[in-house]
């Protein structure tokens, strides 16, 4: 049972506004009380070794008659594509000397739990005007990439609720399309075209070139967040095969 | 007789407003006075053009020259190998590889005077001579340009270039006939097939999109150009937008739909901007928006960016992705043109498709009968890259053979190398070998050979590529393209790439050729959708016609074009190497040893076959040889 920070457990639930919520929960049964059977929370199950067996196909969330699933980050799992060094660097890199918002976890080496860095708000108001004025999903993605360079975390929690859709269906089309990029950005883009005619004027060597020049892999950013090295199907410049595109990302230039 | 005449009236009072659009003193006019047309595509772009049309107005205002030239930035003209690309008027003097430093000579020796500036014209590279004028290049003289007929000529950003050379004429033609089965009757009887790949009747698809009733009916142009290689659409989309926009026009009055959307890919930043620019300019003088051209008809276009994922080419995927999902497709029991865009019925074409309809209207159905072969008509747009001497776009009539287009306009192989193969279609397409450069080019001769139309991407490759290596790199595309929604795509093609991959590393066996025919023959049958339906083409292909290239790499471990790394090292030849210590520095793992002016060794060790030491030798001493075959097995072991 986690311990809370006053030294109580989730079982005791104090006087607090988010327990008055829950009474008539049983949190040792996990279940409701006084309520029909079938009725419940319903908890993930593990396997021996402790780990979770659930790997959110989402299956469940897309079944469910009366809609009373949703899936969403989970706190007591690592999560993955969300780079929290790349993003705390940003945030360090964005405020030197001031506090990110995070607290001073990070000072101390500690990974805090739910770390958000502080991203500016002010740049996220072109993609609110645009989710108003009709726009879809993805070109609201897309703006929100065009202000900050990558997608953060806060701002796709930002157009789920604008669109009023499930975080995890943002989440879905962000991390489907190749162009959207869920880590920060460096200050320059070089994007190494691999398609046909690159690749049969030797693209692969040019992003292995590139990749050991930065020593970064490819996808990869710089630590000093100066260069992202990518890869792009093909930019149509199959003149100038092998191609690459360089350019300063918008947000930090 | 009354209806004929209301029907006069209502033409009348169409080509009026069709005439008041038209701001004729905006238009940079005919090629009688002279001028000077820049092209400013993409790849002249990367090239260098800005600082050659900077200069060439630099030039003419120091000899006062810039109020009597016009220097027009166009679209592009094709050739992209040679680029910058300026072309002189009247004349039509055509200079490629421009450098800002010769802009000085040109305007001196061509626009002042009447000469040409010899040194700088365009080399034929078979014969050596130089070509003056544009018309003369073969690269263009081999061509029919019916849809590209503009590009290279007007200024992509102004909308009076195009009006002013009879634009929206057609689509004023077909509004002042009022009649939309009549449009469709047109675009059938002409026999117009879709552009993008499969090759449907875009007629027909037109009418089955009217007669299917909805709501809404929506008209979609799928420019979301995703095969590597391929720049047709781009070269729509950003040399001639309005010709996309009329077609669209022309369709969307024919099937009756109220609303449009152009999905772009994201890669396309200059066409995404340049066709915004020109629905912009549609709007504000009455060809797009609300009552076109006074008729009362109302109509809008939206532009959808994609964000890169192949599989958004697929009809279905494409509307789910407008729609704000992730971009899978769906089984196709009940056809777009029936359950679309949200829904309702919706018709999709590829943006050439588009291009194509304003010259159909005003040429008559005819005119375009009268180019290209039995099943396939008109011209087709390729974008030929590759080791041909010539890369650009090249508009032929179909049935044209591939010879024609890559020897006699794409002027052969670079290097004076041997053609090996073509590639056509990108990862849904095949590699035809030289055998077959006689077959004249269509929809149905391509399926024939088991290569396919696609979009046009043509990608010429020579005996440095190593067929099972280029298999390889488009089934790594495919694999990683595969939205993951059906299990034959999503693993068949994983599977197909490790098989690949094992052969590439000279540990494939026999079985593993059967296993391939076999696995490719399942993911075609079982996939849902066309990306997996074609996505073994490129490994068909390859078995069926460089099977001994293929078993060289399995029985004899070995690659005939060096290129499959396990199966090569690089060896330094000790009489052609002077030891003058080129490579030693340039070497990333530092294998290289050897004294000043002594022959070098590589240690095989430490080689991780990066090609950088043979690339820097002056002396042509390194060369690629088989590994042996002990030290493949020693390392599969």
């Not at chain 2, 006019?29 to 092209?39: S, W």
């Not at chain 2, 675009?187 to 790949?197: M, Y």
């Not at chain 2, 958004?312 to 679309?340: D, F, N, Q, W």
């Amino acid at each position: 049972m986690p311990r809370r920070s006053d030294g109580t457990t989730a079982t005791e639930p104090k006087g607090s506004a988010l327990y008055e919520v829950l009474k008539g929960i049983d949190f040792e049964r996990r279940e409701l009380v006084d309520k029909p059977r079938g009725v419940g929370l319903f908890d993930l199950v593990k396997d021996k070794a402790g780990a979770y067996k659930c790997y959110a196909c989402t299956l469940c969330e897309r079944k469910c008659p009366v809609d009373c699933i949703e899936i969403d980050y989970c706190p007591e799992f690592e999560e993955l594509p969300f780079d929290l060094e790349a993003e705390r660097a940003l945030a360090l890199a964005t405020l030197p000397g001031e506090s990110c918002g995070a607290n001073a976890a990070c000072v101390m080496g500690e990974q805090p739990a739910g770390f958000v860095p502080e991203i500016d708000m002010k740049l996220f108001d072109p993609v609110v005007a645009g989710i108003r004025g009709g726009s879809g999903l993805v070109e609201a993605l897309h703006a929100t990439q065009e202000a900050y360079g990558y997608l953060p975390r806060v701002a796709l929690e930002e157009i789920a609720g604008e669109m009023h859709l499930p975080f995890s269906r943002v989440f879905g089309v962000a991390s489907f399309y190749a162009q959207f990029r869920l880590t920060p950005v460096g200050k320059h883009v070089i994007s190494v075209c691999m398609g046909t005619a690159c690749h049969v004027a030797g693209a692969p060597l040019v992003a292995e070139a590139f990749s050991q020049a930065l020593d970064v892999p490819v996808g990869g950013t710089t630590p000093d967040l100066l260069f992202t090295l990518e890869t792009v199907n093909c930019i149509g410049a199959c003149a100038l095969a092998p191609a690459a595109w360089a350019r300063t990302s918008r947000t930090r230039a | 007789m009354a209806a004929a005449k209301t029907g006069t009236a209502r033409q009348t009072r169409i080509r009026k407003a069709l005439k008041a659009a038209l701001r004729p003193e905006l238009a940079t006019g005919d090629d009688k006075a002279v001028k000077i047309r820049v092209c400013a595509g993409s790849t002249c772009n990367a090239t260098g053009r800005a600082a050659v049309s900077d200069a060439l107005k630099k030039e003419l205002d120091k000899r006062e020259h810039s109020d009597k030239v016009e220097v027009v930035l166009t679209g592009c003209h094709g050739l992209c190998q040679e680029g910058p690309i300026a072309v002189v008027h009247p004349k039509g003097v055509f200079y490629p590889r421009l450098k800002a430093r010769d802009m000085a000579e040109i305007v001196e020796t061509s626009v002042v005077g009447e000469d040409v500036v010899e040194r700088l014209l365009y080399r034929d590279p078979q014969t050596g001579a130089a070509v003056a004028l544009e018309k003369d290049v073969p690269f263009y003289s081999g061509q029919t340009r019916v849809v590209r007929a503009l590009n290279g000529t007007i200024d992509p950003t102004s909308i009076d270039d195009y009006l002013s050379r009879g634009g929206y004429t057609a689509l004023a033609k077909v509004l002042g006939e009022d009649d939309p089965e009549a449009v469709i009757d047109l675009v059938e009887a002409s026999g117009l097939r879709g552009r993008g790949g499969a090759g449907f009747p875009t007629g027909t698809k037109w009418r089955y999109c009217r007669a299917n009733p909805g709501e809404k009916h929506y008209i979609i142009a799928n420019g979301d150009e995703g095969d590597p290689g391929a720049f047709m659409d781009r070269a729509i989309l950003e040399d001639n937008p309005h010709s996309l926009v009329e077609g669209m026009l022309i369709g969307a009055f024919a099937i009756g739909a109220d609303e449009g959307y152009v999905y772009v890919r994201h890669e396309y930043p200059l066409a995404v901007s340049r066709l915004r620019l020109a629905l912009e300019q549609a709007r504000e003088r009455g060809l797009l928006g609300e009552d076109i051209l006074g008729t009362g008809w109302d109509f809008d276009l939206r532009i959808n960016q994609g964000a890169g994922a192949f599989v958004c080419g697929e009809s279905t995927a494409l509307t789910a992705s407008i729609e704000g999902h992730r971009g899978m497709p769906r089984g196709k029991h009940i056809r777009t043109v029936a359950h679309g865009l949200w829904q309702q019925p919706t018709d999709l074409n590829n943006v050439e498709t588009f291009a194509n309809v304003p010259w159909i209207v005003t040429n008559g159905s005819e005119a375009f009968r009268a180019m290209g072969t039995e099943g396939s008509k008109g011209t087709k747009i390729f974008s030929l890259a590759g080791k041909a001497r010539n890369s650009g776009l090249v508009e032929v009539p179909m049935g044209a053979t591939l010879g024609e287009v890559i020897f006699s306009i794409g002027g052969g192989m670079q290097d004076g190398r041997e053609f090996k193969a073509v590639q056509l279609g990108g990862p849904s397409g095949g590699c035809l070998p030289a055998e077959l450069l006689d077959t004249p080019i269509d929809f149905e001769n391509l399926t024939r050979y088991g290569s396919m139309m696609g979009s046009g991407g043509m990608v010429v490759v020579d005996d440095t590529t190593c067929m099972v290596d280029f298999a390889k790199f488009f089934f790594e595309f495919t694999a990683q393209e595969s939205c993951g929604k059906c299990v034959p795509c999503r693993i068949g093609t994983q599977r197909v790439l490790e098989i690949l991959e094992r052969i590439t590393a000279g540990e494939g066996t026999e079985h593993d050729v059967e296993l391939l025919e076999e696995l490719s023959e399942d993911i075609i049958e079982g996939s849902l959708c066309q990306l997996g339906g074609s996505a073994p083409n490129p490994v068909l292909t390859t078995l069926r016609y460089f099977r001994d290239e293929v078993m060289a790499h399995v029985v004899e471990k070995r690659c005939p074009a060096k290129v499959c790394r396990p199966l090569i090292k690089y060896t330094i030849d000790p009489d052609a190497c002077t030891g003058c210590m080129a490579c030693t520095p340039a070497c990333p793992t530092s294998a290289i040893s050897g004294e000043r002016k002594q022959a070098h060794v590589i240690d095989q060790k430490l080689c991780i076959k990066c090609d950088t030491c043979r690339q820097v030798c002056k002396f042509d001493a390194i060369p690629v040889v088989d590994a042996q075959p002990a030290l493949v097995e020693g390392r599969a072991q």
